[in-house]
């Protein structure tokens, strides 16, 4: 979610979006996942796509990624 910059509002990703990532899971799996990290703080809801909610990263979860992939993303 970092590298496509889902972290503010109008960014967010979809369940669906982010199952096409990882490639390996079925949508309701993400669905689960996100549900978890949500309740921990780590993700949030963002805007409407379509009729799903799409998720974001917070402070928290980005306070907890290694600082060489923060910048590297920043140069994207």
Aim: aromatic share 6%.
């Amino acid at each position: 979610m970092r590298k496509r910059k889902a972290v503010d509002h109008m960014h967010s990703m979809s369940c669906n979006e982010i199952r096409e990532i990882e490639n390996r899971c079925k949508v309701t799996t993400i669905y689960k996942h996100i549900c978890i990290l949500e309740s921990k703080g780590y993700v949030k809801k963002g805007a409407k796509i379509e009729r799903a909610f799409g998720y974001i990263l917070t402070e928290k979860a980005l306070d907890m990624l290694p600082k060489e992939e923060m910048e590297e993303n920043k140069d994207e």
